[in-house]
C-alpha cells in the first residue's frame, strides 16, 4: 500500500496545523471481520463488542452486527456473542487487493480501474470540468471541519445553466466508502462525455441540472487515506470528550431529536452530534439542498454509500410512514434494481429505508423528502454483501460504476 504512505506526504501543509497529532497509519493485518449475533436482551453485551471492535462495519444493524476485530480480541468477541462467523479471515489482506494509487492522468475511462488520493480526485474533477466548459461549472456546497472546501461539478444541457430541475448526487459521506467516490465521478464522466455521441445521455443532459459532489466528507476521506483506512465519520472534536467525529448522515437538521436512528455517544461510529444541524459539512449540504429547492426545485436527490446491495427510500425515523409518492419511488427503484441485474447478475434490494434496513434519523433522504421537497430521494448502497466490504478490490470498481449508471439512467429516464 505504497501509495497511501506517498498520499499522506501530499497533505497540504496549511492544514498541518489542524490535525490532532501524528498517529500511525492502523495497520490491518491479521484483524478479521466477524459476523456477531447478539444474545437476546443485551444492549449492555452490544455495548462491550463494540468497545472491543476496530470499527463497527453496519452500525444500526440490529440482526447483527459487522465488527473488525484485532487479533488479541477475537476470543473475547466470540465469547461473547451468541453466534459468530468470520466474515474476512484477514482484513489487512483485504485492503491489499485494492491496489495502489494510480499517479493521476488527465481524465480517461483508465480512472475507473484504480483508486486515488484526495488531490487527484480534486483535479479529477477540475480537469473534467476544463474539457467541457460550455456545459459545466465547478460548484461548492460550504467546507469541512479542518477548512476543505466541498467540491461538485454541475452540469447543464441545452436549456442553458440552471434551467431544469435539479438532479443533486452526493458521495463520500461516509470516508471509508471510496468506491463511492468512483461511482458518482462516473456518473459525471458519462453524462459529459457521452453528450454529443450518445443520444439517450444526450436527452438526460437536456432534462436536469446535475449537481455531483464526488466527496462531501473531504476530512473523513483523508484521514482514511493517511490513518485509518476504516474511518466513517467526519472529524470534529469535542471538548468534552476525546472521541472524534460526527456522523453526517445522522446530523441533517431534519426528525434529528427523534430517539432511536443514531447515537449519542461520541465515540460510536453513528454519533448524531449535539444539535442538528451543528457539522461543518451539513451546514453547507442544507445550504445547498434549500438553494436547489428555491431555486428549480429537486426533481431527484441521490445519496451514494456503500456496502449492502440496497436502494433505499424515506423514511429512516419511521418505520411505518411512507411518502405520498411511495409506489412511484418504487416502481423506479425496482426499474434501477432491474437495469442494474441486466448488467452484471448483482441482485439489490429495495424497499423504504427504517423497514428495509434500520431506522436512521437525521438522515439525507428525509431531509431532502420534506424540508428540500425532493421528487425522490434515494440511499443507494453499493456493492458488495461484506466479503470486501467498504474495501472493494481494483478490478471491481468498473463492473461497479458500470452497474451503478445503468440504474441510475434507469432512474432518470423515469423521473
Ligand atoms: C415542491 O415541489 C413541487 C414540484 O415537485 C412544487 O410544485 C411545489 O411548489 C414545491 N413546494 C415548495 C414548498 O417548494
Ligand atoms: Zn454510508
Not at 472524534?244 to 465515540?267: H, L, Q
Request: negative net charge.
Amino acid at each position: 500500500m505504497k501509495g497511501l504512505v506517498i498520499s499522506s506526504l501530499l497533505l497540504p501543509l496549511a492544514l498541518a496545523g489542524v490535525v490532532p497529532r501524528a498517529e500511525e497509519k492502523v495497520d490491518y493485518s491479521g484483524f478479521k471481520v466477524l459476523r456477531v449475533a447478539l444474545p437476546e436482551s443485551t444492549e449492555d453485551i452490544e455495548a462491550q463488542i463494540e468497545e472491543l471492535a476496530a470499527h463497527v462495519l453496519n452500525p444500526g444493524k440490529s440482526a447483527h452486527l459487522d465488527v473488525v476485530v484485532s487479533p488479541e480480541n477475537i476470543d473475547a468477541v466470540t465469547a461473547l456473542a451468541a453466534e459468530s462467523s468470520v466474515v474476512n479471515e484477514d482484513v489487512g489482506a483485504a485492503l491489499a487487493e485494492e491496489g495502489e494509487f494510480k499517479a493521476y492522468a488527465v481524465p480517461s475511462e483508465s480512472w475507473f480501474t484504480a483508486y486515488h488520493s484526495y488531490a487527484d480526485h480534486t483535479l479529477f474533477l477540475r480537469d473534467l470540468q476544463a474539457g467541457f466548459t460550455g456545459q459545466s461549472e465547478l460548484v461548492t456546497a460550504g467546507s469541512s471541519v479542518q477548512g476543505r472546501v466541498i467540491n461538485g461539478i454541475h452540469i447543464w444541457g441545452s436549456g442553458g445553466k440552471g434551467s431544469k430541475p435539479a438532479v443533486l448526487i452526493h458521495g463520500t459521506v461516509h470516508a471509508r466508502e471510496w468506491i463511492t467516490t468512483m461511482t458518482t465521478e462516473y456518473f459525471a464522466w458519462q453524462l459529459l462525455t457521452k453528450y454529443s455521441s450518445d443520444a439517450t445521455i444526450r436527452a438526460l443532459v437536456d432534462k436536469f441540472d446535475y449537481y455531483i459532489m464526488p466527496v462531501v466528507n473531504p476530512d473523513g476521506f483523508v484521514y482514511t487515506q493517511t490513518n485509518d483506512r476504516l474511518w466513517r465519520k467526519n472529524r470534529q472534536t469535542l471538548s468534552s470528550n476525546s472521541c472524534v467525529g460526527r456522523d453526517i448522515n445522522r446530523n441533517w437538521p431534519y426528525k434529528w431529536e427523534v430517539p432511536g436512528g443514531a447515537s449519542t455517544n461520541p465515540c460510536s461510529e453513528t454519533y448524531k452530534g449535539q444539535a442538528a444541524g451543528d457539522a461543518p459539512e451539513n451546514r453547507g449540504l442544507v445550504a445547498q439542498v434549500n438553494a436547489l429547492r428555491d431555486a428549480r426545485g429537486i426533481r431527484l436527490y441521490l445519496d451514494v454509500h456503500s456496502y449492502g446491495q440496497y436502494i433505499l427510500w424515506p423514511y429512516g425515523y419511521d418505520c411505518s410512514l411512507r411518502p405520498d409518492n411511495d409506489a412511484k419511488l418504487r416502481s423506479l427503484a425496482t426499474s434501477a434494481a432491474s437495469a442494474i441485474r441486466a448488467v452484471s447478475g448483482t441482485g439489490y434490494t429495495i424497499g423504504p429505508a427504517c423497514s428495509t434496513l434500520y431506522a436512521t434519523t437525521g438522515d439525507s433522504t428525509d431531509y431532502t423528502d420534506v424540508p428540500g421537497n425532493a421528487t425522490y430521494s434515494y440511499t443507494y448502497e453499493l456493492r458488495d454483501t461484506g466479503t470486501y466490504g467498504f474495501s472493494l478490490p481494483a478490478n471491481q470498481i468498473q463492473p461497479t460504476v458500470r452497474e451503478t449508471w445503468a440504474g441510475v439512467v434507469s432512474m432518470l429516464q423515469g423521473a
